[in-house]
C-alpha cells in the first residue's frame, strides 16, 4: 500500500462519501442564494410581471424545454417575452416591447430562480443548453 497523501480520497467508500458531502454542500448553497436572489429582485419580479401583463395578452411566464442534471428533461420557467400567439413557433417568434427590454437586461431568466429552489436547476454548474436550439441552426 502506497503513502497516504494528506487530502486525498483513499478509496472508493470514501470517495462517495464526499461526493455526497459536495452535492448536499451545492444544494444548501442553491437554496441560499436563490433564496436571497428572489428576496432582492423580488420588486423587478413584480414590476415585469405588471408590465407583461399590460403590453400584452397571455400568461406572465412560460415553460421552455432544456436539459437538467444528467441530460434529464426540464422544463425552465420564464418571462414570456413573446406575442401569445408565437409561443411555439421557435423560428418567428416577435418579442413585445417589454419582452425585448427584458431579453436585454437579462431578467427574462430571473423566474428559473424558482427552478433552483425546486431542485430541477442548479446555479453552481454548467449552463443547460436548450433543446430546440439546434433546430434553430
Excluded: Y
Excluded at 11 to 21: I, N
Aim: hydrophobic content about 45%.
Amino acid at each position: 500500500m502506497g503513502p497516504h497523501v494528506h487530502g486525498s480520497v483513499s478509496g472508493p467508500h470514501e470517495f462517495a462519501r464526499t461526493f455526497k458531502l459536495n452535492e448536499r454542500a451545492k444544494r444548501v448553497l442553491d437554496i441560499v442564494l436563490a433564496t436571497m436572489g428572489l428576496l432582492l429582485f423580488a420588486p423587478i419580479l413584480l414590476i415585469s410581471s405588471v408590465a407583461i401583463k399590460l403590453d400584452s395578452h397571455g400568461p406572465v411566464f412560460i415553460r421552455a424545454p432544456s436539459d437538467g442534471d444528467k441530460n434529464r428533461p426540464i422544463q425552465v420557467l420564464k418571462f414570456r417575452v413573446v406575442t401569445a400567439c408565437a409561443e411555439n413557433d421557435q423560428i418567428n417568434r416577435p418579442l413585445t416591447w417589454v419582452g425585448h427590454m427584458l431579453v436585454q437586461t437579462g431578467i427574462d431568466e430571473l423566474p428559473q430562480l424558482f427552478n433552483v429552489l425546486s431542485g430541477e436547476m442548479s446555479i453552481v454548474g454548467r449552463p443547460n443548453v436548450h433543446r430546440w436550439s439546434a433546430s434553430i441552426n
